[in-house]
C-alpha cells in the first residue's frame, strides 16, 4: 500500500478532496481519504446512543448506588453535566480537524504533537480495554442465566461475532446498531412504565426526592466520587469523532450528534436511575455492602414487575454490552488505532485499510485479540471487572483534559478567537470539573493510570530518539 500519509488526486475516490457539503476532506491535512464516506447524522446519532448503550445504568447501579450514598440520579445529573462541557470542546476540535483519531488528533495538532501522543496513550486506556470490559461483563451475565455454558465460551462468542459484523464495513454495522437501538429502548421503556406503575401503587419507597438529593448525607466528595463510576456510561459519545473520515455531511455534524447523543442519553440515565432507586428492596444494606454480584438493578426490577423482568433487563444488559456496545467499541478503536499508525506512532500495519470492505481491518482484527486475551485473564480474576472499569475511566478522563487544554490553545492562543464562551469558559469549566473528579476518584485508578502513563511518557521519547515524529502537513480549517 502507498504511503498513506502522503496526498495523492482522489479523482474517483468516493470521499473525494471535497465533501458535497462543500467542506475540506483530509487531503488538506496530507492524508488519502481511504475510509468510506457513508455515514449520516442520524447513522452518527445512532452510533453514539449505542456506544454509551441507553440501558447502561442496568450494570453499574449497585456501584454508582453506593458510591453515591443512593443519590445515584444526582451523580448521572452532574455526570451528564460534565460530559456536556466536554461534547462542546469536542464540537469545536472536530470542526477545525475533521479527522479520525479523536483526541490523538485534537491535542495533537491544536496544541503539539508530543502533547497529542500522550493524550491518545490516555485514551488508549479506554478505547482498547473498553470493549474487553463489555465482553467480560457480557460473558458473566450470560454465564449466570446459562449456567452450563462457561463464560470464556460466551466471551469468545461476542468477540467473533463482532469482529465479523466489522470487517463486513461501516454502513453494515450502522445498520446492525438501528435494530440494536430500538430493542434497548423498548426494553427499557417496559421497565420504565412497569416501575412508575409499581411505585403508583405502593411497591418500592413510593415518589420521593432522595435519589436526587438526600441532605442527610449529601457531600460534594461523595457525589463526585460517585460520578467518576457513572461517567462510565457516558463513555462513548466522543467515539463518534473517530468516524471524521466516514462521515458524508458537513463536518458539524460531528459535534451536533455528539451534543444530541450526550443529551438523550443522559436524560434516559437519570430517569431509569431515579425509578430503580425508588425500586431498591434494601437500599441501606446496599450502601453499606455494595452489590458485589452486580445485581442491584435487577433486584429493583423484581420489585415492580417480578422475576421475569429481572430476567429480561439481565439478558438485555448482556446483549446491549456484550454486542450492541462492544460492537461500536471496537470500531471505533480500531479508527484510533489506524490513526495514530497513520502517523507513524504506532505499528505501520494498523494503517492497513481493506481495500474492498474500505475499513482498517488489521487493527479491527488487533481490538478482537486484545479483547479475548484480556477478557480471559480478567474471568481469573475476582476484581476483573472493577480493575477495568478504573484503568477505562481514569484514561478517557486524563485525555479529556488534555482536549479541553487544546480548545483553548488553538482558538485562543493561536487564532486569536473572542468566542470567549466556547473557547475559554466552557473548556475551563470542563476542564475544572473532570480535574475534581479525577482527584475524588479509586486511588487505585489513580496509581494504575499514572503507571500508565509513565510507559507512555517512555514510548514518547523512545519514538523521538529514533526519528518516528510524524509529518503533520496541512493547516487547519478556518
Known amino acids: 500500500m502507498s504511503d498513506p500519509r502522503t496526498t495523492h488526486s482522489t479523482t474517483g475516490d468516493p470521499g473525494g478532496p471535497v465533501h458535497a457539503t462543500g467542506d475540506p476532506g483530509v487531503e488538506e491535512f496530507g492524508y488519502r481519504q481511504e475510509l468510506k464516506r457513508s455515514l449520516t447524522f442520524t447513522d452518527l446519532l445512532v452510533y453514539g446512543l449505542i456506544f454509551m448503550v441507553p440501558i447502561a445504568p442496568f450494570g453499574i447501579f449497585g456501584g454508582v448506588f453506593q458510591a453515591s450514598g443512593g443519590m445515584v440520579a444526582l451523580a448521572y445529573a452532574v455526570g451528564g453535566l460534565a460530559m456536556a462541557?466536554?461534547?462542546?470542546?469536542?464540537?469545536?476540535?472536530?470542526?477545525?480537524?475533521?479527522?479520525?483519531?479523536?483526541v490523538y488528533t485534537?491535542?495533537?495538532?491544536?496544541?503539539?504533537?508530543?502533547?497529542?501522543?500522550?493524550?491518545?496513550?490516555?485514551?488508549?486506556?479506554?478505547?482498547?480495554?473498553?470493549?474487553?470490559?463489555?465482553?467480560?461483563?457480557?460473558?458473566?451475565?450470560?454465564?449466570s442465566i446459562v449456567t452450563s455454558v462457561p463464560v470464556l465460551v460466551w466471551l469468545i462468542a461476542f468477540v467473533v461475532l463482532n469482529t465479523v459484523v466489522n470487517y463486513f464495513g461501516i454502513?453494515?454495522?450502522?445498520?446492525?446498531?438501528?435494530?440494536?437501538?430500538?430493542?434497548?429502548?423498548?426494553?427499557?421503556?417496559?421497565?420504565?412504565?412497569?416501575g412508575v406503575v409499581a411505585l403508583a401503587s405502593g411497591e418500592g419507597r413510593g415518589f420521593d426526592f432522595s435519589p436526587i438529593y438526600d441532605a442527610d448525607t449529601f457531600s460534594l466528595e461523595l457525589v463526585f466520587g460517585a460520578v467518576s463510576i457513572a461517567v462510565l456510561s457516558f463513555l462513548g459519545f466522543d467515539g463518534i469523532s473517530t468516524l471524521a473520515e466516514e462521515n458524508r455531511d458537513s463536518a458539524r455534524s460531528i459535534g451536533k450528534a455528539m451534543i444530541a447523543a450526550l443529551a438523550l442519553a443522559g436524560t434516559l440515565f437519570i430517569v431509569q436511575t431515579w425509578i430503580a432507586a425508588l425500586l431498591v428492596p434494601d437500599p441501606d444494606t446496599l450502601i453499606a455492602e455494595g452489590d458485589a454480584a452486580g445485581t442491584a438493578f435487577y433486584d429493583a426490577a423484581a420489585v415492580a414487575g417480578g422475576e421475569w423482568l429481572s430476567t429480561l433487563t439481565a439478558v438485555a444488559t448482556a446483549v446491549a454490552w456484550g454486542f450492541a456496545n462492544s460492537l461500536v467499541a471496537q470500531a471505533a478503536t480500531s479508527r484510533l488505532l489506524f490513526a495514530m499508525a497513520r502517523d507513524r506512532q504506532l505499528p505501520g500495519f494498523l494503517a492497513q485499510v481493506h481495500p474492498v470492505r474500505r475499513v482498517p481491518v488489521n487493527a479491527t482484527f488487533l481490538v478482537a485479540l486484545v479483547s479475548l486475551v484480556l477478557g480471559w485473564y480478567m474471568t481469573t480474576r475476582d476484581d476483573g471487572i472493577t480493575l477495568?472499569?478504573?484503568?477505562v475511566n481514569f484514561g478517557a478522563l486524563s485525555a479529556f483534559l488534555l482536549l479541553h487544554v487544546s480548545v483553548v490553545v488553538h482558538y485562543v492562543v493561536r487564532r486569536k478567537s473572542r468566542n470567549w464562551w466556547l473557547h475559554l469558559v466552557v473548556p475551563v469549566l470542563g476542564f475544572a470539573i473532570l480535574a475534581y473528579v479525577v482527584y475524588n476518584a479509586d486511588v487505585a485508578a489513580q496509581e494504575l493510570g499514572f503507571v500508565w502513563l509513565g510507559i507512555g511518557v517512555l514510548l514518547l521519547a523512545f519514538l523521538v530518539a529514533t526519528g518516528r515524529k510524524p509529518e503533520l502537513r496541512g493547516e487547519e480549517r478556518p
Do not use: C
Not at 462541557?85 to 479523536?102: C, L, V
Not at 501522543?117 to 451475565?141: C, E, H, K, R, T
Not at 435494530?179 to 412497569?194: C, P, R, S, T
Open 85 to 102: 462541557f466536554t461534547a462542546a470542546s469536542y464540537s469545536q476540535m472536530s470542526r477545525a480537524f475533521p479527522m479520525a483519531g479523536s
Open 171 to 194: 454502513e453494515f454495522t450502522a445498520r446492525v446498531n438501528k435494530v440494536m437501538l430500538v430493542a434497548e429502548l423498548i426494553v427499557l421503556a417496559i421497565f420504565l412504565v412497569i
Open 388 to 391: 477495568l472499569s478504573t484503568l
Open 106 to 143: 485534537y491535542a495533537g495538532r491544536g496544541i503539539a504533537q508530543p502533547v497529542g501522543f500522550i493524550a491518545g496513550w490516555m485514551i488508549l486506556l479506554d478505547y482498547v480495554l473498553v470493549p474487553a470490559l463489555l465482553y467480560l461483563i457480557a460473558a458473566i451475565a450470560m454465564n
